[in-house]
């Protein structure tokens, strides 16, 4: 039988390594047993042998972003609640850091940009000059952009490009992805499908797919917007985001797909067509129902405009 102190690390890394692929319901398996084997009294040392944070907070960090990914929206909130909730306690920075930062994520995705600033506003207070500093200024900058705040794009652009500097490519594609949903926003469409490409080519980089589908959703609908207004092309961009979505069992990104064919089919007179798509898609969901993408996906069911 394995030692417990090494199989909480082999989960450890198994689940961290199966959340990039991705493999959500496979990653979260590990963590079921990671919450189970993990003691903060007994493990939280080894935070300091394997790595700068600790484990039980990464247990619970990467169950809460699994968890909206499958679909599961307000269980996220909670776990990763729990996760800012232990790694105060435990007095440790670096892991009150990263847990700071995933609850920006949680919020973010939730269209809580509220929650999502707030967290940013704590995380930037601690972060010093550490690795999540421009993590810091992403979040609490991708906040603004919905107010029009034309700086909130400059400040995401420099946050991403001081990542590049140290050479850190973990979720940069969808920070990327943030950067082009900013300009498509602000009418930069260029700008935006640039971003689009870079966080294309990070992928290829590191192999790291689990924003892939909404990069293939966000070019799709800014080739709508586009002058040339390529449906064709958008519609074939907006089918593979459904796809790949569905490959991943990424049911939050799916609703976000399905929503975006909605959109481009009433667009084209053919409204029935999309609400066929998306009714069993918001069907399947439980929770969440007050989020930003469940709302919205509502109202196309109902026939109202959502821009």
């Not at 994520?105 to 550490?130: C, K, M, P």
């Not at 810091?136 to 990542?163: F, H, N, P, Y």
Request: with cysteine; hydrophobic share 45%; charged share 25%.
């Amino acid at each position: 039988m394995a030692e417990p102190n090494a199989l909480l690390q082999a989960h450890h890394a198994a689940w961290t390594t199966l959340f990039n692929l991705p493999k959500f319901s496979d990653c979260r398996e590990h963590i079921r047993h990671g919450l189970v084997l993990y003691d903060p009294a007994v493990h939280h040392s080894q935070t300091f042998a394997f790595g700068d944070h600790d484990p039980g907070v990464c247990c619970r960090i990467h169950d809460a972003t699994s968890l909206w990914m499958l679909g599961y929206s307000d269980q996220a909130v909670t776990r990763v609640g729990e996760a800012v909730e232990l790694a105060s306690s435990l007095k440790h920075p670096p892991s009150l850091m990263i847990a700071l930062a995933f609850a920006c994520f949680v919020h973010e995705w939730r269209g809580d940009l509220r929650q999502t600033a707030n967290y940013a506003a704590r995380l930037s207070t601690i972060a010093g000059q550490t690795r999540w500093t421009p993590v810091a200024g992403i979040m609490s900058a991708s906040a603004r952009i919905e107010k029009q705040d034309r700086t909130a794009v400059t400040e995401i652009r420099a946050c991403i490009d001081q990542l590049r500097a140290t050479g850190q490519h973990m979720r940069r594609p969808y920070y990327l992805a943030l950067l082009s949903d900013a300009h498509r926003r602000l009418g930069g469409l260029d700008e935006a499908l640039v971003a689009i490409d870079e966080a294309f080519a990070d992928i290829l980089i590191t192999g790291e797919r689990r924003w892939e589908a909404e990069l293939h959703r966000l070019r799709g609908e800014i080739l709508v917007l586009s002058s040339n207004g390529d449906t064709t092309a958008a519609e074939t961009l907006l089918k593979k985001a459904l796809h790949v979505a569905r490959e991943q069992e990424a049911k939050s990104l799916e609703l976000r797909a399905a929503a975006s064919l909605v959109r481009l089919y009433s667009a084209q007179g053919h409204r029935a067509k999309g609400q066929d798509l998306l009714a069993p898609v918001y069907g399947w969901f439980t929770e969440g129902l007050e989020t930003r993408d469940l709302k919205e996906a509502g109202a196309l069911l109902l026939g109202k405009a959502v821009s």
